[in-house]
Every structure is written in structure tokens, then in C-alpha cells.
């Protein structure tokens, strides 16, 4: 489906365009009164201290379960695709709920366009966690050259998508050791990376143990980053005492 035309802001519009455009605002209106329905100005308070990169006004405070359910209901509609167009959106709930949305899609090709669309608008470690398409799974040799392009990326968000996606789906039996040295040799200022980049360590410590460890063994991590790998490592009940032991001597 290509893109509507008022929304690429082209003008003069057909009588068609002129028709998706009212669609496209009464799902619009549909939509926020739905995620507005389930406002809790506390939990919002809450939110904006854990989302500090976001404006604390485009929180709402509408609960993860709440825009879940949302986006069940509309998934795979034609205003679920009118939705998934209109970027940039005006809340982290509307960036939330695109997400859940795109992690719906059975289709890999549109899957993955929608998440390359999407990638450069996402302002907060929570939207990009949330996005996890299930369809990926199934496509992990169609992802790498994209995984590839994202950790090169000069944007914070893309950059810990595709840490998060080779945490995801390429620590088992898809891992390989390029893929942790990839991960290694990113160096950035980004708190938001680096803690991503720990969290990666920690997890592929409790699935390839033996095969991550030189990493570690050769501080190939930065400084903050091996600690915190290290310590979020040994937190794992997946790691026994005497490699937890070991790790605790690796901390610089």
C-alpha cells in the first residue's frame, strides 16, 4: 500500500485521499480516547522519571497491558496501516502502541520496513525495547546485513535495536562469536548504548559462557561498560558460584 498522500503533505488531493484522510482521523480520534481511557496521572508521574529523554507532557500514563490491548484489537486492519504512516506521532503512548503494532506483523519484508521507518523516531529506551517482532525469529539470516547497518548508526535507539536483536535472536543456537565482537568493538558516550552493550554481555555470559569469556578476560569492553556487564552477570541465577567468582576478579 503506498503512502496517502496527505500525509507526505502533497497536494492537490484526490477525492480518495480526501476519504483515507477522514478514515485516518476518526481511527486517530478512536484510538486516544481509548488510550486516554485508561490515564493514571500517578503511574504518569512514575513514567516521566523513568523516560527521561522523552517530553514529560507526551506521557500520559496509560499502562503497557492497556496499549497492548489496543493494538490487538486493531492489528493487521487497514487503520492499523494508516496509523503505522503517520510519523512522527504526538505521545509515547501512540510510539508505544506503534510498536506493538509492527511486532504484530506476520510479513517479514513489511515488518521490516515499518521497523526501518519507525527506527529514527524512536526517543526512549522504552519504545525500543517494546519493539520485537516475532516474525524476525523465523528470518535471522534475512536480518544481519540490517543488524549490520544499525549498530554503525550515529542514532542512539537504532544502535541498541540491533544489540537488542542479536541479544534476542542470536545468542543460541544462531550465535557465533562475530556477532559479540561486533558488540565489543562499539564505542560510545550513549548511556543508553552502554548499558545495552552490558546487558548483551550479561545475557550471552549465561548462554555461551566459555566462548564470550576472552572478551571479558581482555577488557575489550570500555571500563563502566565491563562492570556493569559484569555485575548484571553475576545477578543471574543462570550462573553458577564458582564463574560468578571468577567474573567478580575480571571487574576494572
Known sequence: MSKPRFLLGIAPYSIDDIFVFIVYTAFMDKMCQELLLHTDNTYADFQRKLIPTVSPESIQGVRTPDIRAVAKQYAGTEEASLFLYALPHRLFEENQLHAFLL???????????????????????????????????????????????????SHTYTIRFGIKVLMQ???????????????????????????????YFATA????????????????LECWTQNKAIQKAIESRRLSPEQKEYLRTLKR
Open 103 to 153: 511486532s504484530s506483523i506476520k510479513d517479514f519484508d513489511t515488518c521490516l520496513a515499518g521497523v526501518e521507518a519507525f527506527l529514527s523516531y524512536i526517543d526512549n529506551w522504552a519504545t525500543c525495547d517494546q519493539l520485537s517482532p516475532a516474525v524476525f525469529k523465523k528470518n535471522r539470516d534475512k536480518l544481519l546485513p540490517f543488524i549490520e547497518r544499525w549498530l554503525h548508526s
Open 169 to 199: 535472536y542470536f545468542l543460541d543456537d544462531g550465535f557465533q562469536l562475530s556477532y559479540a565482537q561486533n558488540v565489543a568493538d562499539i564505542r560510545s558516550t550513549e548511556y543508553y548504548v552502554n548499558m545495552m552493550i552490558a546487558w
Open 205 to 220: 555470559l549465561a548462554k555461551q559462557y566459555t566462548a564470550v569469556l576472552p572478551l571479558i578476560e581482555s577488557r575489550s
